[in-house]
């Protein structure tokens, strides 16, 4: 399966290189059935191996994620509340994850549009539901695009630091929820830093 993953992305790639990000997270967010997540994770393991650039990689990400959750706002802000619910149980859309998005949302407001971002399933609905809630427009943009910064990067990094290793990375997604995975993330940034600075302090003393 992670062979078949990566010789798929890989043409795409290399057929439309950062375009693959751009529309791959974009109609993601806008509700259709495309991996994003895993399109930016394979973009981050090309920049592990020198053939993208993962900061061009990492704000194609966030472009795309804006604009497509922002189109998934337009459609529940127009279609209102109606339409929105014929989606239950529709295009691959579970009834349990639209009733989780729902409350969600109901519940935490804005603050739901950035936490959804981190959610497999919640964060293509998180667009619609605010839209059709009558979320004002600028507070969802300034948390969605605060949402969409921390997840790029996050993901991103994530691609390019088990570079070495694709299938690896593909048996830790499938085991692992990005909590576990920004905890990793973390973790080596931690790390990195305690060297940095030790290398530092041992070249002071010499």
């Known amino acids: 399966m992670a062979d078949t993953i990566f010789q798929t992305l890989s043409r795409f790639f290399q057929s439309y290189g950062y375009w693959v990000v751009f529309f791959g997270i974009m109609l993601e967010n806008a509700g259709l059935p495309v991996p994003g997540e895993t399109v930016l994770l394979f973009a981050g393991f090309l920049a592990f191996h020198g053939q993208l650039h993962l900061s061009r990689a990492i704000l194609t990400a966030i ?20 339409l929105v619910r014929r989606l239950r149980g529709r295009f691959l859309m579970s009834a349990r994850h639209y009733d989780r998005a729902q409350a969600l949302v109901l519940k935490h407001g804005h603050w739901a549009v950035f936490v959804a971002r981190f959610i497999t399933g919640l964060r293509v609905l998180a667009g619609p539901f605010a839209g059709a809630f009558l979320m004002p427009y600028p507070r969802f943009l300034l948390f969605n695009f605060s949402g969409a910064v921390v997840w790029a990067i996050t993901i991103g990094y994530v691609g390019f630091l088990f570079g070495s290793n694709w299938g690896r990375l593909v048996r830790l997604f499938k085991e692992a929820d990005l909590v576990i995975l ?25």
């Not at 920004?182 to 010499?206: C, E, P, Q, Y």
């Open 63 to 82: 472009a795309g994620a804006t604009i497509g959750d922002s189109l998934g706002y337009a459609i529940g802000h127009f279609g209102g509340t109606a």
């Open 182 to 206: 920004a905890i990793v993330l973390l973790g080596a940034v931690v790390a990195i830093i305690v060297s940095f600075r030790r290398r530092r302090r041992a070249k002071a003393k010499v």
